[in-house]
């Protein structure tokens, strides 16, 4: 659950809407099963609403401090299954949030670079992914996003490394 929450807050804002570059080019790595280990840092209020905040408990608030507290530079190992139809469009974890926008800044067969926004409810985010392919079995990046919302404002940066497991998938992640 916490890494759940952790991956969640550092790509909270990643969607597929409102590309502007005029050209895409894939990330040239293979498909397949890949390793990522993703290192998270996070400054600043969760982005929680004031509503939702005056119901906890004293007991409750304090917890979730704990917890995101917890979370700032540990390190999060996930596998995945990485497919062509994935790779054949800009790197956004599949998160379809119709309140952002992106804007692909670069985009080679070594490196993708976006530019996010995003808007729902109190909260804004904006911020950049960076993905850099070092070879087709080797990625390196970062998240760097700063999330406002009515209850304080909370910087994510995130870096991580990813390696290539092999072709074939032990889940369909």
Not at 71 to 77: P, Q
Not at 107 to 130: A, D, F, P, W
Not at 138 to 150: L, R
Request: contains cysteine.
């Amino acid at each position: 659950m916490i890494t759940k929450i952790a991956l969640g807050l550092a790509l909270a804002a990643c969607c597929t809407i409102g590309w502007a570059a005029d050209t895409f080019h894939p990330l040239d790595v293979k498909t397949g099963e890949w390793e990522a280990s993703v290192t998270v840092a996070m400054n600043g209020a969760p982005p929680i609403p004031v509503e939702a905040l005056a119901r906890m408990t004293p007991e409750q608030r304090a917890r979730l401090e704990e917890q995101t507290k917890s979370l700032s530079g540990r390190t999060i190992v996930h596998k995945s299954c990485v497919k062509k139809e994935k790779l054949d469009q800009p790197l956004t974890f599949g998160n379809n949030d119709k309140a952002c926008t992106n804007t692909l800044v670069t985009s080679t067969g070594s490196m993708q670079e976006i530019h996010v926004e995003c808007s729902r409810n109190n909260r804004k985010s904006s911020g950049t992914l960076r993905f850099e392919a070092l070879d087709s079995e080797h990625v390196k990046g970062t998240v760097k996003m700063t999330v406002t919302s009515d209850s304080g404002n909370m910087d994510i940066n995130s870096s991580f490394t990813a390696k290539w497991v092999g072709e074939t998938c032990s889940s369909d992640k």
